[in-house]
């Protein structure tokens, strides 16, 4: 099967000449012709040139409710038409910090930001700030942003990457801050005992430890069983604070998060795309006493955009709705997620091909691979991924749009039709591949 893309191969050759590369963010480059979309409604997208797509990609997770909630683009309007910026405080911010601090568990203040590399960079800052330590360690295949401090050890060369159990820290480009990766120190995720003995090693000089609760930018894996309460543990125990980068499941996995739907409260926490159903805002939060120190002004946060009124407006809309229908919609993702992820194990045993089709449900990860499991980085790094991106683009012929590495994002505007025709084109895809 294969698509008409004659406008949107158009409109790469011309955008190649005036954006780099062609796209506007890295993760959008594709071999061929990238999406080029003209509408998204539900769970449907339309490219311009009338093709149309289930989409599990949701602007990489944001649309939560599908595109378009119709009371979120209400507010939205409501409030664009009574200003777009202010930089000054108003009442609806008070209102969604309110809202946040009684749905997430480790939320007692609250600061915006637009978006979640920006909030990340926040929660770091704040860690050293409070701590007075310099050291963070973050986990190999984590992704907390595109900034400096941060963007090592992400999808590593496994044959630059140092031993799985004592990974070194990985540039994830040409042109950062090489003194960055004094400061950071990388372990394998779902390894409790390396992590002991490398903050044994660090002893008192490690400010917070980061990790994606659930990993969700590595294929999609939870952490086994203890292991974060094992993390927890040992954060207190030496005085480190624990953030929680819940930009992707934030909302998502529950209204709390996934601190809420795992039971394990971080110090920090920093949320973003699901929260505002597809406009910018993000969020850092925390126990008082840690965010007290941005209270006082004794550590720095700012920003233009901070909470400006269109943002609120959306997330205020969107939070009041998962807050309100929170049994209604957590269900639906759970059991539509789960329902997907089976009928996708389904078609690929149908077709013999070995896959592994794992994650929560309303997020989840497609991988080609014979193993039972991946619990990290060096486990998902094994799987087949180029097969996977052609998975992707053969998907992409027979209809449905998932995140290029294997990723799947459920929203509630996805139907058990919906999922019924994504488990068809999948065995089509499969076959095609
Ligand atoms: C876990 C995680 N943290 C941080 C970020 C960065 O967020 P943004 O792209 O909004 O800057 C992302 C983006 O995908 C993410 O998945």
Request: aromatic residues 6%; negative net charge; contains cysteine.
């Amino acid at each position: 099967m294969s698509r008409t893309l004659h406008v949107s191969r158009d409109l790469h050759a011309a955008g190649r000449h005036y954006l780099a590369g062609g796209v506007s963010s890295d993760a959008r480059r594709v071999a061929g012709v990238p999406l080029y979309v003209d509408r998204a409604q539900g769970a449907r997208l339309w490219d311009v040139d009338g093709n149309s797509y289930v989409d599990y990609v949701l602007g990489q997770g944001p649309a939560l409710l599908g595109h378009c909630p119709p009371a979120v683009v209400e507010a939205i309007a409501a409030q664009a038409a009574r200003g777009m910026v202010y930089s000054a405080q108003h009442a609806a911010e008070v209102r969604v910090a309110e809202r946040i601090c009684a749905m997430v568990p480790s939320a007692e203040r609250v600061r915006f930001n637009t978006v979640g590399s920006e909030a990340v960079h926040g929660a770091l800052r704040l860690a050293r700030g409070y701590t007075g330590r310099s050291k963070i360690l973050k986990f190999e295949g984590h992704y907390h942003g595109w900034l400096d401090p941060v963007l090592y050890s992400v999808h590593p060369a496994v044959d630059a990457a140092g031993p799985p159990g004592a990974p070194v820290a990985v540039p994830g480009t040409a042109g950062q801050q090489p003194g960055h990766a004094d400061d950071l120190i990388i372990c394998p995720w779902n390894d409790l005992e390396t992590l002991a003995g490398l903050m044994e090693r660090h002893l008192g000089q490690i400010a917070a430890v980061i990790a994606e609760p659930i990993l969700c930018n590595t294929g999609a894996i939870s952490p086994d069983p203890g292991y974060l309460e094992g993390v927890r543990r040992l954060c207190d125990e030496h005085g480190t604070l624990l953030i929680f980068d819940e930009i992707i499941t934030g909302f998502r996995l529950a209204p709390g998060g996934a601190q809420e739907h795992l039971g394990v409260t971080p110090d920090l926490s920093v949320f973003g795309k699901a929260m505002a159903a597809g406009m910018q805002v993000s969020a850092l939060t925390g126990r008082a006493a840690v965010m007290d120190h941005i209270s006082t002004g004794k550590v720095a946060h700012a920003g233009t955009f901070n909470s400006q009124p269109v943002g609120i407006a959306a997330a205020e809309a969107t939070l009041r709705i998962l807050d309100e229908r929170r049994e209604e919609i957590y269900g639906t993702l759970f059991e539509r997620g789960t329902a997907l992820m089976e009928g996708l194990r389904s078609a690929a045993a149908d077709a013999g091909v070995p896959m592994l089709v794992d994650g929560p449900g309303p997020v989840f990860q497609t991988y080609f691979t014979d193993a039972a499991a991946v619990r990290d980085y060096r486990d998902f790094a094994a799987t087949d991924r180029a097969k996977m991106a052609r998975l992707h683009a053969a998907l992409l012929d027979r209809g449905v749009n998932m995140v290029p590495r294997g990723l799947w994002f459920m929203s509630t505007a996805h139907t058990a039709a919906d999922v019924a025709t994504t488990v068809d084109a999948f065995a089509g895809a499969l076959r095609d591949l």
